[in-house]
C-alpha cells in the first residue's frame, strides 16, 4: 500500500506542535507519516524532540527535516516532494511578527512569499494527479482596521481592490498573508482540478495544551498579550504595559478574540476532513467572542495570579476591537471552540 504523508511545514513551532499532537492522537491518521519540515528559526528542537519521543515512540511516524522554504527549494524537491506521496500540507510555516516586518519587509517577502511560491511549484510539478488539499494558516490582520463586527470572511474578499469593508492589512507581514491568499486564488482560477486549497483566518491564539506536552517558550521580550502576562507572573518582567485606556470599548482598553491554540489545531483536522464545496475555502478561526486587555488580566487575577500592570500609551495600528464570526467554520467545518478565557488563562500558565 502507498504510504500516506500529511506535509507539515512549520511543524516544530508553537501551533505547528499543537496541531502534530492532534494528528497523533486522532486515529483516523494512524497510518499516515507526518513529514515535519521547519527551518528552526523561531522553534526549540528539544521541546519538539521531547514531543515526539513521548507520543510516537517506536512508532516513527514523525519525520523531521530541517529545510528552509525559501532558500533550499532544492533540498525540499530531493528530500520531500520525490521521496514521499504527499496526500495534504498543512503550511504554517513563515515569520510572524508585525514589528519585526515593519523592520525587515524584505526578509519577510522573502521568507514568507517566496518560501511559499518554492512549496506551490513543488506541488504542481508533483501532486497533480489527485487534488491535493493545502490548509494555509493565514490571520485576521488581513482584515486591518475598519470591519463591521463581527467580523465575517467577505470582509476582506480575494480578488480585487474591495475597500468598502476593512482597511487590509496594515503592515508587512499581513501584506505577506493577504498576498499569499491572492495568490492561491489565482492558482485556482488557473488550474482548479488539482487543488483544494481552505485558508483559515486565525484570531488570536493562546494558551497551550493542557497536559504540558507543547512548551511556548518566546526567547526575548514578547510583543504579544498573553506571552507578557506570563513572564510577569513568573516575575520575568516587572509589570504588564497596557496599550491605550480611551478606545471605544466599555472599558476603555482594546478587544480581541483569543482562541485556545487545541481549538486552533482541532480547526486543522476539521479543515483536512471537509469535503470541500468548491477548490478554495477561506474560514474565520475564532470564538466569536471578544476580550479586553483588563478583562484578560482579571480572568489571570480569578485564577490566583497577580499582574501587575499600569496604562501606556496606545500602540500604533492596534484596533479598538476585533472578533470573529465563525458561523460558517461551525456550519461547513462542523467545528467549533470549545475552550474558553478560563481555560486559555489556565493553560498559558502550564505551558
Ligand atoms: C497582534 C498583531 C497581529 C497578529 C496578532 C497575532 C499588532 C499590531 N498586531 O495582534 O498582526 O496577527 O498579534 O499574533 O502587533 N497589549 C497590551 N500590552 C502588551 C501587549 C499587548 O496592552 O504588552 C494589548 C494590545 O494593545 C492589544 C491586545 O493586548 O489590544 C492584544 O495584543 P496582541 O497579543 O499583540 O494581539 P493583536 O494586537 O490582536
Excluded at 183 to 199: A, M, P, Y
Aim: charge should be neutral; charged fraction near 25%.
Amino acid at each position: 500500500m502507498e504510504e500516506k504523508v500529511i506535509l507539515l511545514t512549520g511543524g516544530t513551532g508553537y501551533i505547528g506542535s499543537h496541531i502534530l499532537l492532534e494528528l497523533l492522537k486522532d486515529s483516523k491518521y494512524n497510518n499516515h507519516t507526518l513529514v515535519v519540515v521547519d527551518n528552526l528559526s523561531n522553534s526549540n528542537l528539544k521541546n519538539f524532540s521531547r514531543l515526539i519521543r513521548k507520543l510516537d515512540f517506536q512508532k516513527q511516524r514523525v519525520k523531521f527535516h530541517q529545510i528552509n522554504l525559501a532558500t533550499e527549494s532544492d533540498r525540499l524537491e530531493k528530500e520531500i516532494f520525490c521521496c514521499y506521496h504527499v496526500e495534504a500540507i498543512i503550511h504554517l510555516a513563515g515569520l510572524k511578527s508585525v514589528k519585526e516586518s515593519i523592520q525587515e519587509p524584505l526578509m519577510y517577502y522573502q521568507n514568507n512569499v517566496v518560501g511559499t511560491l518554492n512549496l506551490l511549484a513543488l506541488v504542481k510539478k508533483y501532486c497533480y494527479a489527485t487534488p491535493i488539499r493545502f490548509i494555509f494558516s493565514s490571520s485576521a490582520t488581513v482584515y486591518g482596521e475598519g470591519c463591521l463586527l463581527p467580523i465575517k470572511e467577505d470582509a476582506r474578499k480575494l480578488g480585487g481592490y474591495d475597500r468598502s469593508s476593512g482597511s487590509g492589512p496594515i503592515n508587512p507581514y499581513g501584506r505577506t498573508k493577504l498576498i499569499l491568499e491572492e495568490i492561491l486564488r489565482d492558482l485556482v482560477i488557473e488550474q482548479g482540478s488539482i487543488w483544494k486549497i481552505t485558508i483559515l483566518r486565525y484570531f488570536n491564539p493562546i494558551g497551550a495544551d493542557p497536559n504540558g506536552l507543547v512548551v511556548e517558550d518566546p526567547t526575548g521580550i514578547p510583543e504579544n498579550l498573553i506571552p507578557y502576562v506570563v513572564k510577569v507572573i513568573r516575575g520575568e518582567l516587572p509589570e504588564l504595559n497596557v496599550f491605550g485606556n480611551n478606545y471605544s470599548t466599555p472599558d476603555g482598553t482594546c478587544i480581541r478574540d483569543y482562541i485556545h491554540v487545541v481549538d486552533l489545531a482541532k480547526a486543522h483536522l476539521a479543515a483536512l476532513k471537509y469535503d470541500q464545496l468548491s477548490n478554495l475555502e477561506i474560514f474565520n478561526i475564532g470564538t466569536g467572542t471578544g476580550y479586553s486587555v483588563l478583562e484578560v488580566i482579571s480572568e489571570f487575577k480569578k485564577l490566583g495570579y497577580s499582574v501587575p500592570w499600569k496604562f501606556a500609551a496606545r500602540r500604533p495600528g492596534d484596533s479598538p476591537q476585533v472578533y470573529a464570526d465563525s458561523s460558517r467554520a461551525e456550519l461547513l467545518l462542523d467545528w467549533k471552540a470549545e475552550l474558553g478565557l478560563t481555560e486559555m488563562c489556565r493553560d498559558s500558565i502550564r505551558g
